[in-house]
């Protein structure tokens, strides 16, 4: 099951950003992202890893991969 982030603050509109999504998430061990397994057509995601670990879906054959601290992971628009 997925669960609910700890903490999400939404950060584009504060840049005035139009083709770009950031948003920033606090999560406690053991939960997920709420949004799944999904893709977006229109914008690539890129998500950094400050503390911790957090491991990812990735392709069609679901490969797991695990981001470490102050590493990132990114996903092209479609992925």
């Known amino acids: 099951p997925m669960g609910v982030h700890d ?6 509109r ?3 950003t139009d083709h770009v999504a950031m ?3 606090e999560l406690a061990p053991g939960d997920a992202f709420s949004g799944g397994l999904h893709t977006h057509d ?7 890893v400050r503390s ?3 491991t990812f879906e990735v392709g069609r054959d ?10 990132a992971i990114r996903f ?4």
């Open 14 to 16: 504060a840049l005035g």
């Open 76 to 79: 092209a628009p479609g992925e």
């Open 52 to 54: 911790g670990t957090a």
């Open 42 to 48: 229109d914008q690539e995601e890129v998500f950094y």
């Open 62 to 71: 679901r490969e797991r991969v695990a981001v470490g601290p102050d590493e």
């Open 23 to 25: 948003n920033y998430f």
């Open 7 to 12: 903490i999400r603050k939404p950060v584009s």
